[in-house]
């Protein structure tokens, strides 16, 4: 009986040494890691209680000195290389500015930006579930595609994003919530009513180009909102009124409408946003 027990000492105990000898290369790894020198800066705007995640992912120049052994499994993978960066949430619109880096290095393992994915935030309560993000990026290339916008005299950037707000009736929390929706609008902050037409919130620029500059982002919260779903509230003069669906499941109103309560903030309410008609 004493063998097997050895025999799963022992095994224990170079899965803990190659474990710990992993993460020994994993800490001297870490002591080289390192940001280039050329970055751009994304500085701008943002909305009362909104903040912005900015992760920048950089792809590996050359895989064979960018592998990381997967441990517990056998075999080896490439490098991810991400920098995440955050903003501030704050109860008053605020100014914001990131240096994102163009090039990252772990030990001999360089790497390339290739994407800033941007994570935009909003609170519309106290709750910590009363929030919702919604997503876009600037996309990097080798250089600048041909039709996409050029830097100004100045070396910067605008480029605009609103963001509204569309609410339902939580199937999880039982009351009023909402989900956030951003895209990009004109020079004049204009877009088309029918969201599946708007543009996406990002651009795509030239990485040879990009060193010293400034993409500046304003972010904006659009005063106007609207239900989640087609033919689930209706509107009236009073207010936005939802609807009992229709039979069988389906999400669209009854016709004629048969109106019914929701909760939010605790109150019971049949019409919103003044809760009371």
Same mark, same amino acid.
């Given at each position: 009986m004493k063998l097997p027990l050895l025999l799963c000492l022992s095994t224990l105990t170079l899965t803990a040494c190659s474990f710990a000898g992993h993460m020994a290369k994993e800490?001297?790894?870490?002591?080289?890691?390192?940001?280039?020198?050329?970055?751009?800066?994304?500085a701008g705007k943002l909305p009362a209680n909104f903040k912005l995640q900015a992760s920048a992912q950089y792809g590996v120049l050359d895989e064979e000195k960018c592998q990381v052994r997967n441990f517990g499994v056998s075999g080896t993978s490439t490098r991810t290389m991400v920098i995440q960066q955050n903003t501030a949430l704050k109860d008053h619109p605020?100014?914001? +500015?990131?240096?994102?880096? #163009?090039? $990252? /290095?772990?030990?001999?393992?360089? +790497?390339?930006?290739?994407?800033?994915? #941007?994570?935009?935030?909003? /609170?519309?309560?106290?709750?910590?579930?009363?929030?919702?993000? $919604?997503?876009?990026?600037?996309?990097?290339?080798?250089?600048?595609?041909? $039709?996409?916008?050029?830097f100004d005299s100045d070396g910067s950037m605008e480029l605009r994003g609103m963001c509204m707000?569309?609410?339902?009736?939580?199937?999880?929390?039982?009351? #009023?919530?909402? #989900?956030? /929706?951003? +895209?990009?609008?004109?020079?004049?902050?204009? %877009?088309?009513?029918?969201? @599946? !037409?708007?543009?996406?919130?990002?651009?795509?620029?030239?990485?040879?180009?990009?060193?010293?500059?400034?993409?500046?982002?304003?972010?904006?919260?659009? *005063?106007?909102?609207? *239900? @989640?779903?087609?033919?689930?509230?209706? %509107?009236?003069?009073?207010?936005?009124?939802?609807?009992?669906? !229709?039979?069988g499941g389906w999400m669209s109103c009854q016709d004629p409408p048969i109106f019914k309560t929701f909760e939010m903030n605790g109150q019971e309410c049949t019409v919103y946003p003044n809760c009371t008609e």
């Open positions: 800490g001297a790894l870490s002591l080289t890691e390192r940001s280039g020198r050329e970055y751009f800066t994304l605020h100014s914001f +500015s990131l240096k994102i880096p #163009l090039t $990252h /290095h772990v030990g001999l393992c360089d +790497s390339e930006l290739y994407r800033v994915a #941007l994570y935009v935030t909003g /609170h519309y309560g106290e709750e910590s579930w009363q929030q919702d993000r $919604h997503g876009g990026g600037i996309a990097v290339l080798d250089t600048r595609p041909e $039709h996409a916008p050029m707000w569309m609410f339902q009736v939580s199937r999880v929390y039982l009351q #009023l919530s909402k #989900l956030l /929706h951003c +895209s990009q609008p004109d020079e004049n902050w204009s %877009q088309d009513h029918d969201l @599946s !037409k708007r543009r996406g919130l990002g651009v795509t620029l030239g990485r040879d180009e990009l060193a010293g500059k400034t993409v500046k982002l304003e972010i904006r919260e659009d *005063p106007q909102e609207r *239900p @989640s779903h087609r033919n689930t509230w209706i %509107q009236l003069p009073e207010g936005w009124k939802p609807c009992e669906p !229709k039979p």
